[in-house]
């Protein structure tokens, strides 16, 4: 007591009491994959742990501090998180049947919603798959993606009850209030674009990563998609090679589609271009979409790795793309 009060007198501070660490950093023994909303002010870490029977965790955090934290029973495969901090989590059900007897072996993928506190507001079966584990093609979920209006976008190879596609996603759309349905449309077909792959070729390195990416454009109730595969396309010169985009709307509308360089311009094709080998992909960019505000975001140009703006503007209840100045 007398040598910390001669510190003190002294001038010398007192040792500093240790901070314990915030909740999500006290989960020993996990494993956390983190999930960022659109604008990336949002975090969702989504953490499990090796331990057989412990709980899954998921945790929430506005601009790096904790908004809500909460354990669930079953994991989710997919899952997002928006602006608002709300969560939407698919999982797939599964019977305790033998798989392949389709009248006991169906199992069905269920949606989730947890809103800004933790609280899980609504759940509903969205997919059904009594096909898994057998020689037919079974249900796939490829994403879900948290749009503006609070809206939902399950990404799946099936729209509606027995009808498939290995060619072209299709796309459900549900209010995320009470996962009511808003549209249903298939983003190949509506935007009049040749069939897609529902993943990347196996040669690409990219397991498991769908072909198609969208991302939704913040403050505005639209999405913008990046297609595949580029094209070779005539310009002032000679020809070069372009990467695909288009912005539509949640019903599947057609906005517009935009076509960036991703090579130099060439008198003709170059007859070595191959996509299945890495120099034929050299073009394409990890990174390709930013959210610059409400109604603001760039697209990646794949030749410089430029940033090119565009404003989504609404005009009399529709909306038109604008090259931002």
């Given at each position: 007591?007398?040598?910390?009060?001669?510190?003190?007198?002294?001038?010398?501070?007192?040792?500093q009491?240790?901070?314990?660490?915030?909740?999500?950093?006290?989960?020993?023994?996990?494993?956390?994959?983190?999930?960022?909303?659109?604008?990336g002010?949002?975090?969702?870490?989504?953490?499990?742990?090796?331990?057989?029977?412990?709980?899954?965790?998921?945790?929430?955090?506005?601009?790096?501090?904790?908004?809500?934290?909460?354990?669930?029973?079953?994991?989710?495969?997919?899952?997002?998180v928006?602006?608002?901090?709300?969560?939407?989590?698919?999982?797939?059900?599964?019977p305790?049947?033998?798989?392949?007897?389709?009248?006991l072996?169906?199992?069905?993928?269920?949606?989730?919603?947890?809103?800004?506190?933790?609280?899980?507001v609504?759940?509903?079966?969205?997919?059904?798959?009594?096909?898994?584990?057998?020689?037919?093609?079974?249900?796939?979920?490829?994403?879900?993606?948290?749009?503006?209006?609070?809206?939902?976008?399950?990404?799946?190879?099936?729209?509606?009850?027995?009808?498939?596609?290995?060619?072209?996603?299709?796309?459900?759309v549900?209010?995320?209030?009470?996962?009511?349905?808003?549209?249903?449309?298939?983003?190949?077909?509506?935007?009049?674009?040749?069939?897609?792959?529902?993943?990347?070729?196996?040669?690409?390195?990219?397991?498991?990563?769908?072909?198609?990416?969208?991302?939704?454009?913040?403050?505005a109730?639209?999405?913008?998609?990046?297609?595949?595969?580029?094209?070779w396309?005539?310009?002032?010169g000679?020809?070069?090679?372009?990467?695909?985009?288009?912005?539509?709307?949640?019903?599947?509308?057609?906005?517009?589609?935009?076509?960036?360089?991703?090579?130099?311009?060439?008198?003709?094709?170059?007859?070595?271009?191959?996509?299945?080998?890495?120099?034929?992909?050299?073009?394409?960019?990890?990174?390709?979409?930013?959210?610059?505000?409400?109604?603001?975001?760039?697209?990646?140009?794949?030749?410089?790795?430029?940033?090119?703006?565009?404003?989504a503007?609404?005009?009399?209840?529709?909306?038109r793309?604008?090259?931002?100045?």
């Amino acid at each position: 007591m007398l040598a910390l009060l001669l510190l003190v007198l002294q001038g010398v501070a007192a040792p500093q009491v240790e901070v314990p660490p915030p909740p999500w950093q006290l989960l020993s023994g996990y494993e956390s994959q983190l999930i960022r909303s659109t604008s990336g002010r949002v975090e969702l870490a989504y953490s499990v742990s090796s331990r057989t029977g412990a709980p899954i965790v998921l945790t929430v955090l506005v601009e790096q501090k904790l908004l809500w934290q909460r354990t669930i029973e079953a994991p989710l495969e997919l899952a997002t998180v928006d602006e608002r901090g709300w969560v939407a989590g698919f999982r797939w059900t599964r019977p305790q049947s033998p798989p392949c007897d389709h009248r006991l072996g169906t199992r069905f993928g269920e949606l989730r919603v947890y809103d800004a506190r933790g609280t899980l507001v609504t759940r509903r079966s969205a997919l059904s798959d009594s096909g898994w584990g057998c020689m037919s093609m079974g249900t796939t979920a490829v994403d879900v993606v948290f749009l503006a209006d609070q809206r939902i976008l399950l990404r799946a190879n099936q729209c509606a009850e027995g009808e498939f596609s290995q060619h072209h996603e299709c796309w459900s759309v549900y209010d995320s209030r009470d996962l009511s349905v808003v549209a249903r449309w298939s983003p190949a077909l509506a935007l009049g674009r040749p069939s897609t792959p529902l993943w990347l070729p196996p040669e690409w390195d990219r397991e498991g990563e769908p072909a198609l990416d969208v991302r939704a454009i913040v403050g505005a109730p639209l999405v913008a998609v990046r297609w595949p595969l580029p094209n070779w396309r005539a310009v002032e010169g000679g020809v070069e090679l372009q990467e695909d985009f288009s912005v539509a709307a949640f019903d599947g509308a057609k906005l517009v589609d935009l076509a960036h360089s991703a090579s130099p311009v060439r008198a003709e094709p170059d007859p070595e271009f191959n996509l299945a080998l890495p120099r034929g992909r050299e073009w394409r960019r990890d990174e390709w979409f930013r959210s610059l505000g409400s109604g603001h975001f760039a697209l990646v140009r794949a030749l410089d790795g430029a940033w090119i703006e565009y404003r989504a503007v609404a005009d009399q209840g529709s909306w038109r793309i604008e090259r931002a100045p």
